[in-house]
């Protein structure tokens, strides 16, 4: 899958989009890559001449593999976003460092209503760095207020 179509699939845009590409996808299961670059923003600082990519970081490329695999219940609406509600059970296993590239493995465990249960895996080398389990809930946009002043 394309960046460009990664970018159709869910709204999260540079310096944001933490996805460079999808490798596989089926009905419940993603796999995506993505390869740190030592310019990125949140490595600049996260830790001075000696650069590792953040926890949380490493999680949100969980979360928007999640998003991608949840697009099919969004019905191609412009008005429904996957939004992450719970993170729980988060392990970090293995350093990931900028030039490193990173398989992101994540499963749809369960969908209750418009919740859904997934199982995110971040992979360096074949083996594991990051584990989390995760809840998201497909839900509609609200309409930002209106600008005209009206207080």
Known sequence: MSKQEI????????????????????ESSIVCKKTFSDQEFFVQG??????????VIQCE???????VLL??????????L??????DAVKFKR?????????????LNEQVSN????TGKVML???????LDFACSVTPISNPPSKTGDA
């Open 125 to 131: 080398d074949g083996k594991l760095a990051t584990r």
């Open 61 to 67: 490329c969980c979360l928007q593999a999640g998003a």
């Open 46 to 55: 996260h830790f001075p001449d000696q650069p590792i990519v953040p926890g």
């Open 115 to 118: 919740a859904y249960f997934l």
């Open 71 to 80: 697009e099919r219940f969004m019905s191609g609406s412009p008005d429904l």
């Open 95 to 107: 350093i990931v460092r900028p030039g490193d590239t990173i398989e992101i493995k994540v499963t």
């Open 7 to 26: 970018e159709t699939a869910i709204p999260h845009r540079a310096p944001m989009l933490l996805l460079d590409e999808i490798v596989e996808r089926d």
């Open 82 to 87: 996957p939004v992450a509600t719970r993170l």
